[in-house]
């Protein structure tokens, strides 16, 4: 059984800056991708970033696109997401998910789900 550990989340202003870690317990990486999701109260989650591990191949929402960015260190076995110019309306828990067939920003294909972390963007 595959565990992932979210950390990294916080509360910040506007336009500010957030690193999420995602360490995975699985060291040979048996699946080939991670994802970034994240969910407000009362609504859908949606996907935010995903990356095909030992590759570069990414994918982003439009939402996030040009200000977050999905990494990995495989040596560390994390998968970061580096979130900038952070707008109120990033404001949600933030999870990170693996193996994924597709590596999409579909929920429903990852395996996989760490905890999550809140990130909180005041205006």
């Known amino acids: 059984q595959v565990q992932l550990v979210e950390s990294g989340g916080g509360s910040v202003q506007a336009g500010g800056s957030l690193r999420l870690s995602c360490a995975s317990s699985?060291?040979?990486?048996?699946?080939?991708?991670m994802g970034w999701f994240r969910q407000e109260p009362g609504k859908e989650r949606e996907g935010v970033a995903a990356i095909y591990l030992g590759g570069a191949t990414t994918h982003y929402a439009d939402a996030v696109k040009g200000r977050f960015t999905i990494s990995q260190d495989s040596a560390q076995n994390t998968v970061y997401l580096q979130m900038n110019s952070l707008k109120p309306e990033d404001t949600a828990m933030y999870y990170c998910a693996a193996d994924s067939v597709f590596c999409r920003l579909r929920g429903d294909e990852y395996n996989y789900w760490g905890q999550g972390t809140q990130v909180t963007v005041s205006s």
């Open positions: 699985d060291a040979t990486y048996s699946y080939n991708c």
